[in-house]
């Protein structure tokens, strides 16, 4: 597997796991029965938001694993960054689906987003210059 190819992997992990995160969303709001908006329903609240802080964190990260790719990064570092943001957002997705309040999987999922988020980023730079 090329680097590119690795970086590829990760977007199209991605596009599915947002197709889910949307589908989440669509299940909860004809379940409640809320067409629009939130209704102040707490339970579509946290879908929407589990699907909100995906699409704040994820594209960016995704652009520079590609990035990294068209560098010819090592396939290992790609693979690295991608399976740790990955794991991080489901970690994320299934903490605050869960709960409004902190959980475990919400404080875990974000701190590897995190460091997912800055191992992408540092490593543009570097390989941008190497």
């Known amino acids: 597997m090329t680097s590119m190819e690795s970086a590829a992997l990760y977007a199209g992990i991605f596009v599915i796991f947002f197709l889910l995160l949307k589908g989440r969303v669509g299940l909860v709001r004809s379940g409640e029965k809320v067409m629009f908006g939130d209704g102040g329903n707490e339970r579509l609240q946290r879908a929407q938001r589990v699907q ?9 990260t995704v652009i520079g694993l590609l990035a990294l790719g068209a560098l010819v990064a090592p396939v290992w570092l790609i693979h690295a960054l991608g399976s740790t943001l990955v794991l991080g957002r489901v970690l994320h997705a299934v ?33 941008a210059f190497a």
Not at 52 to 60: F, K, S
Not at 111 to 118: F, P, R
């Open 52 to 60: 909100g802080n995906a699409v704040e964190d994820v594209p960016v």
């Open 95 to 127: 903490g605050l689906s869960g709960s409004s309040g902190g959980s475990p999987g919400r404080m875990w999922g974000t701190l590897l987003t995190l460091i997912s988020m800055l191992g992408t980023g540092v490593a543009c730079i570097w390989f």
